[in-house]
């Protein structure tokens, strides 16, 4: 009886390399792979074929199926699933939008965790554990760890449920994007009594202008629906500008679900005090008044590109 000889089997693993940081441009959406060295390959390639030999029966615990007399066949896809499985539990957690479920717990769920654990990063776009989809991160300003929440780059399309998400799969600087919805999931992985929001008007002309830094209880939400959020700081300011009706005023961003001013701002910083919604991020389509909204009277009044941000702890 004549012994068969095992069929050839090629497997192509994927196994991208980090692009240089000058390859990606900030607003691109191109997802940094993980780097993975040759040795590494390597050595899970000996593991896992070492371990796929199982003295002649395929996988570790596995049989060759019944009623086959012959196990080559089998010894080999044994020992490439096996090295298959290595491979992908090198990369989990790193190699963009993949395969989230493959993510170790440990990954970095936010870009402050991000920063921290791997250090120097260049500015863009990256794929963090328990997110479907990427999200842009700031490494170089104010310390860095900072996740874009939202971009308001013109009124176009722009309603009352789509401020929430709009475009999450397409994290940019320049186009109309929002994930303010999962602001305070990324929040919640703060430790202390505070966490940190950044606002920038017209970054169509130049980052961190006419808006800053503030401070916010822990508590406090992304998406409020009201004024009442106003025990925030303001530890940074960009640009000279003071609190007031026609300009910024002293309370977290809150989305006006009502007729607060028959509408016309979206997202706004206006108290309900007032008769008009300066501080405005986002404005109602219908309303042209204003390129895009109406910002700080004395310096900005037309807001331009905003960009919206949040740090899950105050310090990096």
Not at 70 to 89: I, K, M, Q, Y
Not at 141 to 162: P, Y
Not at 265 to 291: F, I, R, V
């Amino acid at each position: 009886m004549s012994t068969r000889s095992p069929p050839l089997l090629l497997l192509l693993l994927p196994v991208p390399l980090r692009p240089a940081a000058a390859e990606t441009a900030p607003g691109d959406c191109a997802v940094p792979p993980p780097l993975l060295l040759a040795s590494q390959v390597a050595e899970v390639a000996r593991t896992a074929l070492a371990a796929g030999s199982g003295g002649g029966q395929g996988a570790p615990g596995q049989e060759p199926p019944a009623g086959r007399s012959d196990t080559s066949e089998f010894n080999v896809l044994g020992r490439l699933e096996a090295l298959e499985l290595a491979v992908r539990r090198l990369t989990a957690g790193t190699a963009g939008p993949g395969a989230p479920a493959d993510r170790p717990p440990s990954a970095p769920a936010t870009c402050l965790q991000l920063q921290r654990a791997n250090g120097s990063l260049a500015d863009g776009v990256y794929q963090l554990a328990g997110l479907a989809e990427p999200v842009y991160c700031d490494f170089s300003h104010d310390g860095g760890g900072w996740t874009l929440l939202l971009t308001a780059a013109s009124r176009a399309g722009w309603d009352r449920l789509n401020v929430r998400l709009r475009s999450a799969d397409r994290p940019s600087l320049t186009d109309n994007y929002s994930i303010l919805g999962r602001g305070d999931r990324l929040k919640a992985f703060g430790t202390g009594h505070r966490f940190a929001y950044r606002l920038e008007g017209q970054a169509q002309v130049d980052r961190r202008q006419w808006g800053g830094i503030w401070l916010a209880p822990r508590d406090y939400t992304f998406t409020p629906e009201t004024d009442t959020q106003r025990d925030i700081a303001l530890v940074k300011k960009f640009d000279l500008w003071t609190y007031g009706e026609p300009s910024l005023q002293k309370t977290m961003p809150w989305i006006n679900v009502e007729d607060f001013l028959k509408g016309r701002p979206l997202l706004t910083t206006t108290l309900k005090e007032s008769n008009n919604w300066w501080g405005t991020l986002l404005t109602d389509p219908a309303t042209t008044s204003y390129q895009h909204s109406p910002w700080i009277s004395a310096g900005a009044p037309q807001s331009g590109t905003v960009l919206y941000w949040m740090r899950e702890e105050v310090l990096p």
